[in-house]
């Protein structure tokens, strides 16, 4: 990819700079059933209950009733819930920080994340704990989070809110994230894309002298 046009750089959160186990919260809500349940809850799709939580329709009051009334969690804490909720939530490695660092000298940056309340909490503590900086909000020129800007991706509103918002060129953006509906909304507006797939991280794709 020839990044010397590219001035601008949007990236994803999860499986881009934090790592993600999808899996791990899916079987710690499980647990919390009384009877069997399968959770609706992936990379790739996702039941209503989550799709309203991650663009701020549901509160995390909300969410967490919706997940005992959906999937039978009787006398369940909302800390539980929480905790299992969260559980997807890995570690950031020191590099990706490093990188960000690196690359906010030469690039516009910023972070598009599909979240919710409970997670930004939770990986703000991360980062607060594991590099002493405030929250990931400091290290971009601006954050989106789907549950704030009630807007989430694959949605092309909410690039175009981005482009807007800072009068960005889109031919002169790039967007890095690791599903393929994302990528192929960001295409849709105009957008360079980069999808992440393991074993490429962002410290090799930008390892060829793009820092």
């Not at 349940?37 to 995390?60: I, R």
Request: with cysteine.
């Amino acid at each position: 990819m020839d990044l010397t046009k590219i001035k601008n750089i949007i990236f994803d959160l999860g499986g881009v700079i934090i790592n993600i186990d999808y899996n791990k919260s899916i079987q710690e809500l499980q647990k919390l059933c009384k009877d069997d349940c399968q959770v609706q809850y992936s990379q790739k799709e996702q039941s209503h209950l989550f799709d309203l939580f991650e663009t701020g329709t549901s509160s995390p009051e909300e969410f967490r009733r919706d997940l005992r009334e959906t999937y039978q969690m009787r006398d369940v804490t909302d800390q539980q819930i929480d905790n299992a909720w969260n559980a997807m939530l890995l570690d950031i490695p020191q590099e990706r920080i490093d990188l960000l660092r690196e690359l906010a000298k030469k690039y516009r940056i910023f972070l598009l994340s599909n979240t919710n309340a409970i997670h930004l909490e939770a990986f703000n503590k991360i980062v607060e704990h594991s590099f002493s900086i405030p929250n990931l909000d400091s290290l971009f020129e601006e954050a989106y989070y789907s549950h704030l800007v009630g807007k989430r991706k694959p949605d092309e509103a909410i690039f175009k809110l981005i482009l807007d918002n800072h009068d960005l060129a889109k031919e002169e953006t790039l967007f890095i994230d690791d599903s393929k509906q994302h990528i192929d909304s960001a295409q849709a507006v105009g957008i360079h894309t980069l999808h992440l797939q393991p074993p490429l991280t962002i410290n090799k794709f930008f390892a060829n002298g793009a820092v």
